[in-house]
């Protein structure tokens, strides 16, 4: 029930040049993000990142890019992550049982992932703070859908604390001014 640093990986879902500007809230979306980012990187969090159809959409905006540091950046075509064979085999690979999902679009890619990912037994979690759609019906539909199937609907604060586990260490003094 609690997210692990030890158990997780983080996903971010398209946070692409062409895709960002439409979403509605996309400043909540990508602040949110890159404090998911930071915090992975001071608690041992492994990240990756997907972006669908990069030469039609763009590329990540360089906010999230800088956020992630050499975080791998994985090109896809399907809209579940998991369908795509570079993505899965990176995931796997981290042998990590629960999934962090944030990103773009959150009743496309990123609901198409968390079920492929509830479907091969993994616990997953979608930041609902730190993922966008065009509408907020797919929003909130995508949300309640997840919901129902078993998915975690956290948010962004959720996941740090439960990362950081307690007070007074190192990386809770780093991450305290930017959750503030």
């Not at 509605?24 to 990240?47: D, E, S």
């Not at 075509?77 to 944030?102: K, N, P, V, Y």
């Not at 740090?160 to 990386?171: D, K, M, S, V």
Request: proline share 4%; glycine share 6%.
């Amino acid at each position: 029930m609690l997210i692990r640093a030890n158990d997780s990986a983080l996903v971010v879902i398209d946070m692409q040049e062409r895709l960002v500007p439409a979403m509605i809230a996309p400043a909540r979306t990508i602040k949110n993000a890159r404090l998911l980012l930071q915090a992975a990187a001071k608690t041992g969090v492994p990240a990756l990142l997907t972006e669908q159809y990069p030469q039609g959409l763009g590329h990540t905006i360089p906010e999230i890019r800088k956020a992630a540091g050499d975080a791998v950046v994985i090109p896809k075509m399907h809209f579940s992550c998991m369908e795509d064979q570079g993505f899965s085999a990176a995931f796997r690979e981290l042998g990590r049982r629960q999934a962090i999902l944030t990103g773009m679009e959150a009743h496309i890619c990123v609901v198409q992932t968390a079920a492929s990912l509830v479907e091969e037994g993994y616990e997953v979690f979608v930041v609902s703070d730190a993922t966008a759609s065009r509408t907020a019906e797919s929003e909130m539909a995508c949300l309640a859908r997840l919901s129902a199937a078993g998915v975690s609907i956290v948010t962004t604060e959720m996941v740090i604390f439960e990362w950081l586990g307690q007070a007074g260490t190192e990386a809770f003094r780093q991450m305290l001014p930017l959750i503030k």
